[in-house]
């Protein structure tokens, strides 16, 4: 291995570091809590350390959100791989969407709360965010309906799921109500 391939490969981990560390920080004290100082006193290293990766908490908001999203599209496939026909689907990716949401509130938001300098809906949109919404259209496109964009039904069925996770957090729905949402949201919207 040559020393640029060491270095290169040293770089990444610092820089796997400091995104973990954000995540870990945020999940415990919110993201009010992630500065670049007190995520350098976290992993040990000098603030300027982190200026080398991140040019600062936007852009390592944007890292976590990467990572999120990619571990949400995960999620969403590996609950609609074990599920039998077309509702059974829908609701799985409905169940591991609300599940991912209230497991990870810091990484939520980070995806689709705060601004971590990334571009959603557009050719520029990074790779594991179009993926996300490529794992929910994976399901949903096979109900969207006749005459029915399956790009369109998702941004739909997904804003519907945006809704009701960020609502519960929040504590404005009642929690006996959880499995029946789910169920009325199959039924209703996606109509299988």
């Known amino acids: 291995m040559s020393v640029k ?4 490969r040293e ?12 995540r870990e920080l945020a999940e415990q004290q919110g993201w009010d809590a992630v500065t670049t100082r007190r995520l350098a006193e976290h992993i ?3 603030q300027p350390v982190l200026y080398s990766h991140f040019r600062g908490k936007r852009e390592i908001i944007g890292a976590v959100a990467l990572d999120g999203a990619a571990e949400l599209a995960v999620a969403v ?11 059974e689907r829908v609701a ?6 609300l599940d991912f949401a209230e497991r990870n509130p810091a990484v939520y938001d980070a995806i689709f709360q705060l601004d971590g300098g990334l571009a959603y809906a557009q050719e ?6 179009k993926d996300a919404f490529a794992a929910l ?9 006749n005459g029915i ?3 369109l039904f998702t941004e739909v069925f997904w804003a519907s799921l945006h809704g009701l996770a960020t609502l519960a957090r929040a504590g404005r729905l009642l929690p006996e109500y959880a499995e029946p949402r789910v169920e009325l949201l199959v039924d209703r919207l996606a109509m299988v």
């Open 149 to 151: 964009d399956p790009g």
């Open 44 to 46: 040990e290293y000098s």
């Open 124 to 129: 520029d949109t990074p790779e594991p965010l």
């Open 11 to 22: 770089r990444a981990a610092r820089e796997r570091l400091i995104v973990a560390a954000a």
């Open 137 to 145: 259209m994976e399901s949903l496109a096979e109900v969207a309906g």
């Open 5 to 8: 391939e060491r270095k290169e």
């Open 77 to 87: 496939r590996a609950a609609t791989a074990r599920a039998d026909g077309p509702r």
């Open 92 to 97: 799985a990716l409905a169940r591991a969407y």
